[in-house]
């Protein structure tokens, strides 16, 4: 994997709404697991981060923030530590442009479930937010291919789209 990168796995929970797991590895062999919170046909949450946070090219949101060595609360570290440093530490130094992201994030992805046709928000321009609808949709539609037990695979590199390298398999 390429500087800055990750390897995100999600394995779907077997019915709706249910918890799926989540395990990333970043490049520095550092491994963390967590648990997405379903939320039936809708995206999950994390996932809605991940379609706007790499429409909008934002380096410093959940998952940039992440690839730098950030832990979350309620994630596990799985096996070695990694170069990313102090995990909470990247979160607090991060914290006020996160915040700002998750407003972001949450303001689109609510306007992108009720279908809006004209919205804004202060921090994206109307192209800004026409990508981000067409990244929810995109990974709305890699989501619902996945069936319950089953895993989406895909890497997340820093500066580029995620990309899917396996929608489908056993868990």
């Known amino acids: 994997m390429s500087s800055w990168s990750m390897r995100i796995e999600i394995v779907r929970a077997e019915r709706e709404p249910g918890t799926h797991r989540c395990i990333v590895e970043r490049d520095d062999g550092a491994r963390v697991g967590f648990e997405m919170q379903g939320h039936g046909a809708r995206l999950p949450h994390d996932l809605s981060h991940l379609a706007v946070e790499s429409a909008l ?9 992440l690839a730098t060595g950030a832990v ?10 990694g170069k990313g440093g102090d995990g ?8 006020p442009r996160l915040d700002e992201v ?3 994030v949450a303001a689109i992805t609510g306007a ?3 279908r809006a046709t ?8 109307e192209a800004d937010i026409e990508r981000c609808f067409i990244s ?10 996945v069936a319950g037990g089953e895993r989406l695979v895909l890497e997340w590199r820093r500066g580029a789209p995620p990309v899917v390298i396996q929608p489908e398999g056993e868990a």
Not at 57 to 65: N, Q
Not at 118 to 125: K, R
């Open 57 to 65: 090219e934002a380096r410093d949101g959940f998952w940039g923030l």
């Open 112 to 114: 992108w479930e009720q």
């Open 102 to 104: 998750e407003v972001l």
């Open 88 to 95: 909470r530490r990247i979160i607090e130094r991060g914290r």
């Open 118 to 125: 004209t919205f804004s928000i202060a921090g994206a321009g």
């Open 136 to 145: 929810l949709d995109r990974w709305q539609e890699a989501w619902q291919a």
């Open 72 to 81: 979350f609360s309620g994630m596990k570290r799985v096996g070695r530590q």
